[in-house]
């Protein structure tokens, strides 16, 4: 089974169906990304919150702005991965992805345990921090795997990004799915199979209005069949590769001589760059001083070279996309963890709000995908910048708010497409240019900062207002206070009116500011951003030319 390295003898076709080439597929490039696909595709447990949010809020006594809180703590975990970033700047990303799976068997199996009540009823407090440390596996489930892939294709980041975000939010449909099959309508369970799920594939779209159980059991079957499809392109690609690695074989090999690029350098000059080497040591070390440090924190490079992470942390430009964050994704992600509560106050039956979760799951993927692509054939084409895509993707979310503030008869599907899309598209966009401005040095850390921005917008517009409002006018509905075991149900379109129709100013006011910064950088997406990664590349091959002519020259 050993290749010969002759060029005459040639190992033939079959023996690339070995042990060997198994082993050269798991270790290939192409399984790795097929691995992070099926990572990411059960990262987004997040997303489906609504779903088994009711039975949280009625198995534990809260009341909306209870249950809105134990939400703001999920997208807290889910989103503060600023310790998952630090921690894959300095260890191989296995270590990330471990780390993220135990804190995800452990943070959802105690949840679990607690709303079937197998433990005894846990402090407010407490189930907070279950719920957030099993969110927070999400994000070093994207740090490991996502981190990664952008690294490798730099010139393609948008595409990259929106790809595989695009299955993180697809992962919400493929959980509804595979739970529906399971367990039927058992919503304490769901979150047990969050806890023990596997990874899992998605699907371009699943259609669950009043399915029956066996059509959720055949279906769930078929997801499962276009889980592992991808593998065949895996094994077909490593194929591929060991194929031209054999046709590579039969050419004789030939030599190359290096020729010296200058003269050994003469005593003097060798002083002289001791001297100066001597000088950039101490420099360097003077540099290291903290005076020095706070002195360069505000004194950032051009944008597209690599920012420091002070130095990003304070720039003008990560300030702006911050808030313009804040309000984007805050009032889409509020929208997504109450939809349960929205469906219900509006009269609409269980399943419509499983599939509204659906929806949301398979246009949250759409989103992304459509703007890590869209976003990246408008800038290489027509220099089209992202953050002016980002502030059409904030006001198009505006008219999902607003079909849920006035509660038109049957729009909460529309409702649910828009919102679902929005929320999706806003991602890649935001870690696209959070690479293209402050570089790629430090994106670890960048990226999982940029997510930052979420739970803050979700505390004030889910928390402080949206369950708020809610409360109120359930008290008023029923009469009074909710304190204790009263019913804190709230029916109609007045519980979330007010709400979604401050959600819309305030996404109105991120996309004002998001112009800001189409502004900041409008010379910078002018220009071919790109440049540098090919020069590399340029630069090589130039070099190979050059040192082919000079083994063309006749010898003197």
Avoid at 262 to 275: F, L, N, R
């Amino acid at each position: 089974m050993a290749f010969v390295s002759g060029a005459g003898d040639v190992a033939g076709g079959p023996q690339v169906l070995t042990l060997r080439f198994a082993r050269q597929v798991i270790l290939g490039r192409w399984f790795m990304v097929f691995a992070c696909l099926l990572i990411l595709s059960a990262s987004g447990a997040t997303y489906i919150f609504s779903i088994y949010s009711k039975v949280l809020k009625s198995s534990l006594g809260y009341d909306q702005r209870t249950l809105n809180t134990l939400s703001f703590f999920k997208d807290l975990g889910a989103n503060v991965g600023v310790l998952s970033g630090l921690i894959n700047e300095v260890t191989p990303p296995w270590v990330v992805l471990a780390m993220g799976a135990a804190m995800n068997l452990v943070g959802y199996l105690m949840i679990y345990l607690a709303i079937d009540g197998r433990t005894a009823r846990p402090p407010v407090w407490l189930m907070c921090i279950y719920i957030c440390i099993g969110a927070n596996s999400q994000s070093f489930a994207n740090t490991g795997a996502l981190v990664t892939c952008v690294k490798n294709f730099p010139e393609s980041r948008g595409v990259v990004l929106g790809l595989l975000k695009g299955f993180v939010g697809l992962s919400g449909a493929i959980f509804t799915q595979l739970y529906l099959a399971i367990y039927g309508d058992d919503a304490k369970s769901l979150v047990l199979l969050i806890a023990w799920l596997p990874a899992a594939i998605s699907i371009l779209f699943v259609h669950t209005v009043d399915f029956s159980h066996a059509a959720y059991a055949v279906s769930a079957a078929a997801l499962l069949i276009v889980l592992f499809l991808p593998l065949g392109v895996v094994i077909k690609q490593e194929y591929k590769i060991q194929k031209e690695l054999l046709e590579s074989l039969r050419e004789p090999p030939t030599v190359t001589v290096d020729k010296p690029s200058s003269p050994e350098p003469s005593p003097s000059a060798a002083a002289k760059t001791q001297t100066t080497t001597t000088t950039t040591t101490q420099s360097s070390s003077s540099s290291s001083c903290l005076g020095s440090c706070l002195r360069h924190m505000f004194s950032p490079p051009a944008q597209g070279e690599d920012y420091t992470i002070p130095q990003a942390l304070v720039s003008i430009d990560m300030l702006v996309l911050f808030l313009a964050t804040i309000c984007g994704v805050g009032g889409t992600l509020t929208a997504i963890d109450n939809m349960g509560q929205i469906g219900q106050s509006l009269g609409y039956p269980s399943k419509s709000i499983n599939t509204f979760v659906s929806l949301i799951s398979i246009w949250n993927y759409a989103g992304r995908v459509t703007s890590g692509f869209a976003s990246e054939m408008f800038l290489s084409r027509y220099r089209f910048p992202r953050p002016l895509m980002l502030t059409l993707v904030l006001l198009l979310s505006c008219v999902g708010h607003l079909l849920i503030a006035f509660g038109v008869p049957q729009s909460l599907y529309a409702a649910s497409v828009v919102i679902g899309f929005c929320f999706g598209a806003q991602w890649p966009l935001l870690f696209a240019i959070i690479s293209e401005v402050f570089g790629l040095k430090y994106y670890s850390t960048l990226y999982n900062f940029g997510s930052v921005a979420s739970p803050i917008g979700a505390y004030v517009l889910n928390v402080r207002v949206a369950g708020a409002l809610y409360d109120a006018e359930a008290a008023r509905q029923h009469g009074g206070s909710l304190a204790g075991d009263g019913d804190k149900t709230c029916i109609g379109v007045e519980c979330f009116r007010k709400a979604f129709l401050i959600i819309t100013a305030a996404t109105v006011a991120g996309a004002l500011v998001s112009l800001v910064l189409v502004w900041r950088t409008r010379n910078f997406y002018k220009g071919d951003i790109y440049a540098k990664f090919r020069g590399n590349a340029n630069d090589d091959d130039d070099a190979s030319e050059e040192e082919e002519e000079d083994l063309k020259r006749p010898k003197e």
